[in-house]
């Protein structure tokens, strides 16, 4: 047997609608205000089965939350940003909400009535991809208004507010050498992998070309075996200091070349004796960013020399790595 259900509303503490219905909802035809309503429900007989008590009801006018987007803001991409946006409209009602609106994500802002009809609507510390965002205001009533481009998202090096802010790239990977030296003992060809930690910094520079640049700092652990006449490990340390350019064009697949020069250690004879080297290098590839992680393939090719020996190091470089 179904239960019944008796439904009462009330404004300013007088009781102004009572109804007993089978149905478990009702249509109201409330002018806008503040309410309160309880529904009871009622077995069979009448006896109240259970009470829902008074629970508050605010009834507003349904209409589309229209406004006029007063300055379009642009800020960097891919970095936390808390900004605000400045709208005008005189007809909100209490309640209206604001998001922000992108292809994929939505995030809600916080509305500021500065002084009527001037407001605006704040965001904290938020990270927006590169693009288009809308600003989506929602009526109780669920009807939306919407202005297209009310935030700008660009890469960082375009934004005024952050053209002289630095990227800063951390990367670890591996590469398979191939080292050809002479001189010394004899010819000698040598393969061998290394591990690699490089920290990398893009210049933050307002002049178009500098601003593409950087500089790396490059650190090397190898191994190639122990030497065949001493039995001395092979280990390999090596530190380079680079100049690279990597034009930041927003784009997913990025080139890059780098030059520069550094010093390279060994406990093999093959590798210059035992002794320190001086070594030049070059190298060119493309790193591949999605969501502030990139991964770096590319050749490079270096030459070295002490006193008595030279060397050429080709290498293929694989890398991981992500922006801080």
């Known amino acids: 047997m179904e239960a019944a259900y008796h439904i009462e ?3 300013d503490g007088f009781v102004f609608f009572e109804k007993d219905q089978m149905e478990n909802e009702i249509a ?3 002018v806008p205000g503040y309410y309160e309503y309880q529904i009871q429900v009622l077995d069979p007989f009448g006896k109240v ?3 829902s008590g008074w629970i508050p009801l605010n009834v507003t006018r349904s209409q589309i939350p229209a406004y006029r987007l007063i300055t379009p803001v642009t800020i960097a991409s891919r970095v936390k940003n808390s900004f605000s946006i400045p709208i005008d409209s005189s007809d909100l009602n209490p309640g209206t909400e604001f998001y922000l609106q992108g292809k994929k994500k939505r995030i809600k802002g916080e509305w500021n009535g500065l002084q009527s009809p001037q407001g605006e609507v704040i965001f904290s510390d938020v990270r927006l991809k590169s ?18 481009d009310a ?14 802010e630095s990227q800063f790239d951390i990367q670890i990977g591996t590469a398979p050498l191939a080292a050809f030296s002479q001189g010394g003992s004899g010819d000698t060809a040598l393969s061998l992998w290394s591990i690699d930690a490089v920290l990398l910094v893009q210049s933050g520079s307002t002049v178009p070309l500098l601003r593409d640049m950087g500089l790396e700092f490059h650190g090397r652990l190898g191994y190639a075996g122990a030497d065949p006449v001493t039995q001395n490990p092979g280990l390999l340390g090596r530190g380079d200091l680079s100049i690279f350019y990597r034009p930041n064009s927003g784009n997913r697949v990025l080139p890059y070349i780098q030059a520069g020069t550094g010093f390279l250690a060994t406990g093999s004879d093959d590798f210059f004796s035992g002794k320190t080297a ?8 493309i790193d591949i960013n999605k969501n502030r992680h990139y991964f770096r393939l590319g050749l490079s ?6 006193d008595s020996q030279e060397m050429i190091i080709c290498e293929l470089i694989f890398r991981w790595g992500y922006q801080l």
């Open 49 to 51: 089965l259970s009470n």
């Open 28 to 30: 109201l035809d409330l």
């Open 9 to 11: 509303v009330r404004k």
């Open 151 to 164: 935030v700008i998202a660009r890469p960082m090096y375009r934004t005024e507010s952050s053209l002289r």
């Open 278 to 285: 001086l070594v030049f290098s070059g190298g060119a590839g």
């Open 131 to 148: 693009g288009s965002w809308e600003l989506t205001a929602v009526d109780p009533s669920k009807e939306t208004f919407s202005q297209t």
């Open 301 to 306: 090719g270096s030459y070295g020399y002490t």
